[in-house]
């Protein structure tokens, strides 16, 4: 079936620093990829998302290319902030799973100053 | 749109109650799902419909469990009789295909 790796963390960073976090997925036929971001004490909210092969998502400075030869969606941000301290999930829905969306384990990233 | 409305924000119960945990999609969006999310087992998914219908239930835990869609706006969770275990947050999402999910802002349980 379908299913979603990514790095699972936590992941700490300074302020300013580079951020990549890694997403690998299986899926058959042509699955849409999303990344979804769950701060503190709130519900998981959609970051960015691409529907196919070589899209690039972006939102918030934050990006990530369909890379559909390496089944690979990795997020990354040039710069990160305090405020970007955060659980990170990558998804993917359609493939064999249809409408229902596959969730990576996620990620925590916590920033400091 | 006001998003996905989730109701109660907080709950907090007493073993062998009964709990009923509400969701009001988004207008237009045709399936909607339960989550629940806890430190242990992290996001787990326990029931979808799609146009009111069940489709996969396959991840409620028990008999305990059970959801309603009556129509298009309204669904919920019921677990009775309530247990420690049942301890969580509980997401519910709205979607329409291959858009991504809209979750609501989650009820979080505690079962006294």
């Known amino acids: 079936g379908d299913s979603v790796t990514q790095m699972e963390g936590p992941v700490t960073l300074s302020e300013e620093a580079f951020l990549t976090i890694n997403c690998t997925y299986t899926?058959?036929?042509?699955?849409?990829l999303f990344w979804y971001v769950q701060y503190p004490g709130e519900g998981l909210q959609l970051l960015l998302k691409a529907t196919k092969a070589d899209d690039k998502g972006s939102n918030k400075g934050f990006e990530a290319t369909y890379r559909k030869e390496t089944t690979s969606f990795h997020l990354e941000k040039g710069s990160v902030q305090v405020s970007d301290s955060a659980v990170y999930f990558c998804?993917?829905?359609?493939?064999?799973?249809?409408?229902?969306?596959?969730f990576g384990p996620g990620t925590s990233l916590s920033v400091i100053p | 749109d006001a998003g996905v409305i989730q109701s109660p924000r907080h709950e907090v119960t007493e073993m062998g109650q009964e709990v009923t945990l509400r969701c009001k999609p988004i207008s237009g969006h045709n399936s909607l799902f339960w989550y629940r999310q806890t430190m242990m087992r992290g996001l787990e998914l326990l029931i979808y419909?799609?146009?009111?219908?069940?489709?996969?239930d396959s991840g409620m835990p028990e008999d305990r469990f059970s959801a309603k869609m009556p129509n298009a706006s309204f669904s919920t969770l019921k677990i009775q009789p309530s247990e420690p275990r049942d301890s969580a947050v509980y997401f519910c999402a709205s979607s329409l295909p291959a858009y991504g999910y809209t979750f609501g802002s989650g009820t979080r349980l505690t079962v006294v």
């Open positions: 998804a993917l829905s359609g493939g064999t799973s249809y409408d229902k969306v596959i």
């Open positions: 419909f799609n146009n009111n219908v069940p489709i996969d």
């Open positions: 899926a058959t036929g042509y699955p849409s």
